[in-house]
Structure formats: structure tokens, C-alpha cells
């Protein structure tokens, strides 16, 4: 119940295409879902998050779409860029109880061909 | 703000050795993460700390491991006896409003 399923595992796009990128959640109790962009040899940094309260955030050519009924909420990079070319976390997080506790999708590895 | 900063980037060292990773975290954050990141197994939470508590250790793999937070801006990890299967990459996190921030991680390399 604690788990955060990510997919796929790796995915190309052509440049200028939209990279989309799913999770899926069975915690209900879960109400922070950041979203994760790693470079090699870098730490993770935080790129958008999103509340359930809302089924839409965007932020320049990053949105995150979330369904709560289906507990499934996903990434979509618009107009993908080589510099693009990451590892992406989804992750779940739930604060009201105040335990603050991360829990990491497995990652995709994304490829944006120039 | 500089950021979380960990400390050393890279450690190698031998199969018996003790090992310590270092942490700082992001000033006025009350939440702190170390994880651990490997190719098999992605990202792990290893142990928490809320206020200098440790929270949650479940995650940590064996009695070998160990982490202290004295006060708030400091925190280590340690490994006792460090064994080949711990190398990894060690990732130190803050967080304050659910906004977790990590620190650009220590190579650890046991042979």
C-alpha cells in the first residue's frame, strides 16, 4: 500500500515532442505529489508538485495531470528538449499525519533525441 | 542558501572499514532524509529525523548502520563494518513544508 508504481522504465522522444510519464498510488491518505529531476551524478531536484485538491498544475513546459479516483497522476513535458535528458521521480508524500515520509517511484530514464 | 551539503563526494574504502557520511542541512528545516540510490534499487529511505528525532529507521538494513543528528545543522551516517554490497550512493535530504531538497549525494565505493 506504501508502494508508488512508475512507468514506463525508459522512453525516447524526438525533440520538440511531449514526454509523458505515468504513477500510480494505492494510499489514499497520500496528499503531496512532487515530482523529481535527476542528473548523472547530480541529486535529485524538486521540478513540480501537486496537491489533490487540484487536477492540473503547470509550470512553463512541465504539467502534472492527477486523477484522484483513479490514484494515478502523471508528468507531461511539452515541446521536450535534449536537455530534458534525465531520470524522473514521482513520489507521494503524506503530511497531515505528520510522518513527512517520501515514498520514490522506481524512476524513468528519458532520452530526448536532438 | 548553499543548499544540503554532504560531504565527501566520493568515499572508497575497504571491506572492514568504518565509514562516515556527513550532512548539512538547508537552515530552518525541521525534516531530514538520508537515502541511499542504487541502480537495482532505486532510491531508499534509510532513516528520518523530525527535530533532531529520529523518526522512522525501518528502512535502515542492518544493524551496521547507524545516524545521529546532535543538533540541526549537522547529521552523519555511519557504517560499521562496511561490507561491498553498501556501495552506493548516499543522499542526504531537508524538508520543511513537504518540499524536500537533497544534497548532491556521496559515492561510496567498498571493496
Known amino acids: 500500500q506504501q508502494q508508488v508504481k512508475q512507468s514506463p522504465q525508459s522512453l525516447i522522444v524526438q525533440k520538440g515532442g511531449i514526454s509523458i510519464i505515468n504513477c500510480a498510488y494505492e494510499?489514499?491518505?497520500?496528499?503531496?505529489f512532487p515530482w523529481y529531476q535527476q542528473f548523472p551524478g547530480k541529486g535529485p531536484a524538486l521540478l513540480i508538485a501537486?496537491?489533490?485538491?487540484?487536477s492540473e498544475k503547470k509550470e512553463g513546459r512541465f504539467t502534472i495531470s492527477f486523477n484522484k479516483s483513479a490514484k494515478q497522476f502523471s508528468l507531461h513535458i511539452m515541446d521536450s528538449q535534449p536537455g530534458d535528458s534525465a531520470t524522473y521521480f514521482c513520489?507521494?508524500?503524506?503530511?497531515?499525519?505528520?510522518?513527512?515520509?517520501?515514498?520514490f517511484g522506481t524512476g524513468t530514464r528519458l532520452k530526448v533525441l536532438a | 542558501d548553499a543548499g544540503v551539503i554532504q560531504s565527501p563526494r566520493h568515499e572508497v574504502t575497504e571491506m572492514g572499514q568504518e565509514v562516515t557520511l556527513r550532512c548539512k542541512p538547508i537552515?530552518?528545516?525541521?525534516?531530514l532524509f538520508w537515502y541511499r540510490q542504487t541502480m537495482m534499487r532505486g532510491l531508499e529511505l534509510l532513516i528520518y529525523?523530525?527535530?533532531?528525532?529520529?523518526?522512522?529507521d525501518s528502512g535502515m538494513p542492518e544493524d551496521r548502520f547507524s545516524a545521529k543528528m546532535p543538533n540541526a545543522s549537522f547529521s552523519t551516517l555511519k557504517i560499521q563494518p562496511s561490507e561491498p554490497r553498501d556501495s552506493a550512493v548516499y543522499f542526504c535530504?531537508?524538508?520543511?513544508?513537504?518540499?524536500?531538497?537533497f544534497g548532491q549525494g556521496t559515492r561510496l565505493t567498498v571493496v
Open positions: 535530504a531537508s524538508s520543511s513544508t513537504g518540499r524536500a531538497f
Open positions: 494510499n489514499t491518505a497520500f496528499d503531496y
Open positions: 501537486i496537491r489533490p485538491d487540484v
Open positions: 513520489a507521494a508524500l503524506e503530511t497531515t499525519s505528520g510522518t513527512y515520509k517520501y515514498i
Open positions: 537552515s530552518g528545516h525541521d525534516y
Open positions: 529525523f523530525n527535530n533532531n528525532v529520529p523518526i522512522d
